[in-house]
């Protein structure tokens, strides 16, 4: 009986470094890189422009503001619709809008700077709420790239810019000069 115990303790010494050693040659095996996720951004402000400049595009003396919705529409050469989702601006009137789910099929002519544009929706505020044409934020403000790139270790966001846009005030008080 001593013998066979032996003989089985023995054998388990004799094993244990082939287990080892299939647990380093595992750790060798090559791991499948992690793929850099790219995505498309677009990036601007929307203001409320000031009575004054009514009537031009100018920004001057404008106030940002915060939860104006816009959205960023995507067409192919078709007109067809290939992406759409509106935003939100934050505190500052800034948005940033990250183009989940865009897909280029063509690099030219799907390419963001051709196929999409930025549109105002809504304003919050009552006494600035009708849209304007500052930027072309009636018809779609074209995007535009100012070599702005986001990187990371697994991630990079390659950052378009739109507008700045602008919402006007319903009514402005004539001036009156005597």
């Known amino acids: ?3 066979s115990q032996f003989i089985i303790l023995f054998s388990s010494f004799l094993l244990l470094p082939l287990a080892f050693t ?3 040659a ?3 095996v090559p791991t499948k890189p992690v793929e850099k996720k790219i995505e498309v ?4 402000i929307v203001y409320c422009q ?3 400049k009514f009537g031009s595009w100018s920004l001057s003396g404008a106030d940002p503001i915060p939860s104006a919705k816009l959205s960023v529409i995507c067409k192919r050469h078709d007109e067809e619709v290939t992406f759409y989702k509106v935003f939100e601006t934050d505190d500052n009137g800034y948005f940033y809008a990250p183009l989940e789910g865009f897909k280029m099929v063509n690099s030219l002519v799907d390419h963001p700077l051709q196929s999409c544009h930025v549109k105002l929706v809504s304003s919050p505020r009552k006494n600035c709420d009708l849209l304007s044409n500052v930027n072309y934020g009636l018809n779609g403000s074209p995007l535009r790239y ?3 790139i986001l990187k990371g270790k697994n991630y ?4 378009y810019a739109a507008g700045p846009l602008a919402f006007r005030p319903a009514h402005c008080s004539p001036d009156t000069h005597y």
Request: with cysteine; proline share 0%.
């Open 22 to 24: 299939f647990t380093a």
């Open 50 to 52: 000031s009575c004054d």
């Open 41 to 44: 951004v677009v990036e601007g």
């Open 156 to 159: 990079e966001a390659v950052i």
């Open 1 to 3: 009986m001593a013998r």
């Open 26 to 28: 595992y750790d060798d």
């Open 146 to 148: 100012e070599k702005k």
